[in-house]
């Protein structure tokens, strides 16, 4: 295994540090000057490995995208269709707990912030959107062909209004900071699809 070269690591900082500055400011909200204070990063380095504040907000929606689908892999597991998808309800609850539902989702909070007048972003988001829902559309159409899963609606609808939800749910919880807002989205969508709490 290679060790990660000193432009690595810095790059890896600015991603991490400015993830969190996005979560409690926002995109529009973070300066260049603020991501310089917390990443301790000069000016002209910063530059060098990112050219405007935009490209660190396109790196940080790759990294996303990448925790989006090891997220997904790890909380998707079960001996049968609709057991992976009671798993990663629960999965989806414990992360916002442990994180004191501080923050929300920052793929929703991107999507709201920057889907109307950032097209690149748009694209990024609708990416792990489209990425989610497939997940998601899979293990029900597997769920669906056991048998195990008897909703009427087609699994890629149903997917959609899963992860619809489960964004809703996540945005109540972060204003509230009461874990019930997202509790009572996902035991919805636990009686749509006949599961039991």
């Known amino acids: 295994m290679?060790?990660?070269t000193?432009?690595?690591i810095t790059r890896a900082r600015v991603i991490r540090e400015t993830?969190?500055?996005?979560?409690?400011?926002?995109?529009?909200?973070?300066?260049?000057?603020?991501?310089?204070?917390?990443?301790?990063?000069?000016k002209g380095n910063l530059y060098f490995h990112f050219p405007s504040k935009e490209a660190i907000g396109?790196?940080?929606?790759?990294?996303?995208?990448?925790e989006s689908v090891t997220f997904l892999e790890s909380a998707l597991q079960g001996r049968t269709p609709m057991a992976k998808i009671?798993?990663?309800?629960?999965?989806?609850?414990?992360?916002?707990?442990?994180?004191n539902f501080v923050g929300g989702c920052l793929i929703g909070n991107t999507?709201?912030?920057?889907?109307d007048n950032n097209p690149f972003f748009a694209g990024k988001?609708?990416?792990i959107f489209a990425h989610w829902k497939s997940s998601i559309a899979l293990v029900l159409s597997q769920a669906k062909a056991t048998g195990e899963l008897e909703n009427e609606m087609e699994a890629d609808i149903l997917a959609n209004h899963v992860v619809a939800v489960i964004e809703g749910g996540i945005m109540m919880a972060k204003v509230s900071k009461d874990e019930?807002?997202?509790?009572?989205?996902?035991?919805?969508?636990r009686l749509i699809m006949g599961l039991k709490n």
């Open 19 to 42: 993830t969190t500055l996005i979560h409690e400011k926002g995109f529009k909200g973070t300066s260049i000057s603020d991501i310089i204070k917390v990443t301790g990063v000069k």
């Open 6 to 8: 000193k432009g690595e």
């Open 58 to 66: 396109v790196a940080i929606l790759d990294e996303i995208k990448v």
């Open 86 to 99: 009671a798993n990663y309800l629960d999965e989806v609850f414990a992360k916002h707990k442990n994180k």
């Open 180 to 189: 019930n807002d997202l509790k009572n989205c996902l035991d919805s969508l």
């Open 111 to 115: 999507a709201i912030e920057m889907g």
């Open 2 to 4: 290679e060790l990660a």
């Open 125 to 127: 988001i609708t990416e």
